[in-house]
């Protein structure tokens, strides 16, 4: 089956797709935000969704649901165009579509965040989409924002560019990814560096309770500069790697 986007399959595809094993869904939970002065607002979605097709080809027999493309962003709002969902709708939301998911035949739903924001609400839901999909359906949800930002850390390096710029957010990982999947979109002679230190308990409760922008005006942490496709596609392969190790155990 060469076509594992179920918003791309007409209704019999979908059916016939089910009937031979595609019974596995992966999907991610993104954002539409922003991402420093260099990248455009969709760089959560549009990595949630290169990132679950590779994952889910790795998988074999998996389908890939469309991408959540607003989540928990509030911590964002002070800079334009950001979308933000209040924590309650997020939780319905997740909750309908894993709902519909299983109401198709979908056995296996693979959930991870392409956004920061969803972590901690997504493993917060975790037991309540189980109790309510009951046991015939299995909820994988893949919360380990520090294993991503190993992945990158390590990533960044190995594949030849500079170490010490990933910090999380619009830095030269997410850039690098982007590059790969958007690249006229990417406006790569206004990355900078944002926010270099470690984020303490007290940046961090401020963060949550004044906005991103208390720590970094420019909305970067970590340094945009120096991204290529070359590190993009060496990171979204070690990303979907990591959550097939998550997803198959």
Not at 87 to 107: K, M, P
Not at 133 to 143: H, K
Not at 187 to 195: C, D, F, R, S
Request: hydrophobic share 40%; proline share 5%; net charge negative.
């Amino acid at each position: 089956m060469t076509e594992i986007q179920l918003e791309r399959l007409a209704w019999p595809q979908v059916k016939a797709a089910l009937a031979d094993g595609y019974t596995t869904v992966v999907f991610a939970c993104g954002a539409t935000e922003q991402h420093g002065p260099h990248l455009p607002l969709l760089v959560d979605a549009e990595i949630g969704t290169r990132t679950a097709l590779e994952t889910a080809r790795r998988l074999g027999k998996a389908l890939v649901a469309p991408t959540l493309r607003v989540g928990c962003s509030d911590h964002h709002m002070a800079f334009p165009g950001t979308l933000s969902l209040r924590r309650d709708t997020f939780d319905a939301v997740v909750e309908d579509y894993c709902t519909s998911l299983a109401r198709h035949g979908l056995q296996r739903l693979c959930i991870f965040p392409s956004h920061g924001g969803n972590v901690m609400p997504l493993a917060e839901l975790e037991p309540r989409l189980r109790e309510t999909l009951g046991d015939s359906v299995e909820v994988v949800v893949d919360t380990d924002l520090m294993g991503l930002m190993d992945v990158w850390k390590r990533g960044v390096p190995a594949a030849g560019g500079p170490e010490g710029r990933v910090g999380g957010h619009a830095d030269i990982a997410e850039g690098s990814i982007l590059m790969t999947i958007t690249p006229e979109l990417v406006q790569e002679e206004k990355a900078e560096e944002g926010y270099m230190g470690e984020l303490s308990r007290e940046d961090l409760d401020r963060v949550i309770r004044e906005g991103l922008h208390t720590v970094t005006p420019n909305g970067i942490l970590g340094d945009g500069r120096g991204m290529s496709s070359e590190i993009g596609e060496y990171l979204v392969a070690r990303m979907a790697e990591r959550l097939v190790e998550v997803f198959a155990a």
